[in-house]
């Protein structure tokens, strides 16, 4: 039986759950949007995408491809763009010479730390409005969401708190 509007949430309405769920991921997108919204003109959501990985450290472009799940090919376009505005910078591989490793310059790491500040100061500013049991509840029900989706807790050293990539 579905719940009616103000009713509290069993979870065991999946319906419920999932339109619950595409509601908070519309809200989440449309704070990467506006947080995004101040290098638009330089770097597009895939490509700011990029740099988050590459924040994690240098990586090869299969290594990319395969971590944003795209092909080869697309990667290296990403990356050709990139490096064009100078925001990544590409440099053979010491250990593997018919590799190419690339890495953030300064200011696409700037830009990785700008726009991941804004998107927290956003976040942070919506769940302040909550009431802290509703806050601990949303960490519990978060954590357990990613879980079961396969997602990295987070942690580490990363920007956004994904974990480092395995060596190349």
Do not use: C, H, K, Y
């Not at 079961?148 to 050293?157: I, L, V």
């Amino acid at each position: 039986m579905a719940e009616q509007a103000g009713d509290e949430p069993t979870g065991d309405d999946l319906e419920a759950v999932a339109s619950a769920v595409l509601t908070a991921s519309r809200l989440l997108v449309a704070v990467s949007a506006r947080s995004l919204a101040a290098v638009e003109d330089r770097v597009t959501l895939p490509q700011f995408r990029m740099l988050v990985v590459i924040a994690q450290g240098e990586a090869t472009l299969v290594r990319l491809a395969d971590r944003l799940g795209v092909n080869p090919s697309t990667a290296m376009r990403m990356v050709d763009r990139l490096s064009a505005t100078r925001l990544v910078r590409r440099e053979v591989n010491p250990n593997d010479r018919r590799e190419t490793l690339v890495g953030l310059t300064p200011e696409g790491r700037r830009i990785v730390e700008e726009v991941t500040a804004r998107r927290t100061a956003e976040i942070t500013a919506i769940l302040g409005r909550m009431p802290p049991e509703q806050r601990r509840a949303l960490v519990v029900a978060m954590r357990a969401f990613s879980e079961a989706g396969g997602e990295p807790p987070a942690g580490g050293s990363s920007p956004l708190g994904w974990p480092d990539l395995p060596p190349a």
